[in-house]
């Protein structure tokens, strides 16, 4: 989408959990959708996504760092071509620290954010954002109702979106169904979540196709998800 009649404002969607438009500029959309591009190429590239239970993930997959498979991680690609995972960047690294700081900032229409229990202060070396998971949506994907649960960090997931608007689902810790609030997210558009609802259940139901910026050339969805993992 190219323009708002009004302007969209950083909102508290449930204690910890926050989301700002417009976060990413297009500058900076374009470079992280070229290195999107070259992470997505073989080897340890794009890689359908198959459950234990014989389920097919319709959004694609390339991992940074570790790479997640369900429901754990490893240092190689155990569940497609068997090669090491591509490193974690230091610029996406410190792009996670940004986005955390961003969110969690004193302002008075989000009160009392950085003390709340979980949410790590953003100039703690500890917080080191390690984990990279770069699901691409086409028109038909979908994500189901599930929780990040694999790391043993308390430090809140990062979401940055580009292309396509999506409906993103934020739930509740007791399971995957209501109460709920839908979000429109848009290219550019960062969601934190952390603290109380760090273990809250998410999914993405819808991929509104054709609503991208049409200068930023994806047709699709990106999300860029990271993640501490707290692993060792």
């Known amino acids: 989408m190219d323009g708002e009649l009004f302007p969209r404002e950083r909102t508290l969607i449930a204690p910890g ?8 500029g297009a500058g900076r959309q374009g470079e992280l959708l070229a290195a999107c591009r070259a992470w997505a190429r073989p080897p340890a590239g794009l890689r359908t996504v198959r459950t234990p239970g014989g389920g ?3 959004a694609r997959q390339v991992c940074l760092g570790l790479h997640w498979y369900p429901y754990g991680y ?11 995972v591509k490193p974690m960047p230091g610029w996406l690294a410190e792009l996670g620290r940004e986005a955390v700081a961003a969110a969690y900032a004193d302002v008075p229409e989000l009160p009392g954010l950085p003390d709340q229990p979980g949410l790590p202060d953003p100039a703690d070396p500890a917080a080191v954002y390690d984990i990279a ?35 993103f689902r934020f739930g509740n810790t007791a399971s995957r169904g209501r109460p709920y609030r839908d979000v429109e997210l848009h290219s550019g558009d ?20 054709g609503t991208g910026p049409r200068d930023l050339g994806l047709t699709g969805r990106l999300n860029i998800t990271l993640r501490v993992g707290g692993l060792g």
């Open 133 to 167: 998971l770069i699901n691409f949506y086409d028109g038909d994907s979908r994500m189901g109702m599930h929780r990040d649960a694999e790391e043993k960090s308390a430090a809140p997931v990062v979401s940055l979106s580009l292309g396509d608007t999506c409906v």
């Open 190 to 209: 960062l969601f934190v979540f952390g603290g109380e609802s760090r273990m809250a259940y998410h999914g993405v139901p819808k991929v509104l196709p």
């Open 56 to 58: 097919v993930m319709t």
């Open 74 to 84: 490893a240092r190689t690609v155990v569940d497609g071509d068997g090669a090491p």
């Open 17 to 24: 959990a926050v989301h700002v438009p417009d976060w990413l």
